[in-house]
């Protein structure tokens, strides 16, 4: 049984940094990954990271996102550099076996099976 908790969430300007992270238990060779909703609109992915370290990123995070696992920690992070407005959004981790990072990011989010609860982001202008 695979278990994801996300923390970091907050509140901060545009501009500003913030560091989301992920414990999770009871999971070995899983794709791991971020996802975001707005309200008014689909989840979508974010970042991908699989079990061989390589990741994947949506082109509107490029340049300003980093996607990290610790494994000793079992922990998954998400580093976000010069946010912006529209990065506002609940987000989300999330895990899938089998797929590369590049494959995990091109399905419909419906395809990972196991979820966190959310940690709200929050950017002002």
């Known amino acids: 049984q695979v278990q994801l908790v996300e923390s970091g969430g907050g509140s901060v300007q545009a501009g500003g940094s913030l560091r989301l992270s992920c414990a999770a238990s009871?999971?070995?060779?899983?794709?791991m990954g971020w996802f975001r909703q707005a309200p008014g609109k689909e989840r979508e992915g974010v970042a991908t990271?699989?079990?061989?370290?390589?990741?994947s990123y949506a082109d509107s995070v490029k340049g300003r996102f980093t996607i990290s696992q610790d494994n000793a920690k079992n922990t998954l992070y998400l580093q976000m550099n010069s946010l912006k407005p529209e990065d506002t959004a609940m987000y989300y981790c999330?895990?899938?076996?089998?797929?590369?990072?590049?494959?995990?990011?091109?399905?419909?989010?419906?395809?990972?099976?196991?979820w966190g609860q959310g940690t709200q982001v929050t950017v002002s202008s």
């Open positions: 999330a895990a899938i076996r089998y797929l590369t990072a590049e494959q995990a990011l091109g399905i419909a989010p419906t395809g990972f099976g196991y």
């Open positions: 009871g999971y070995s060779r899983y794709c």
């Open positions: 990271i699989d079990s061989d370290g390589s990741t």
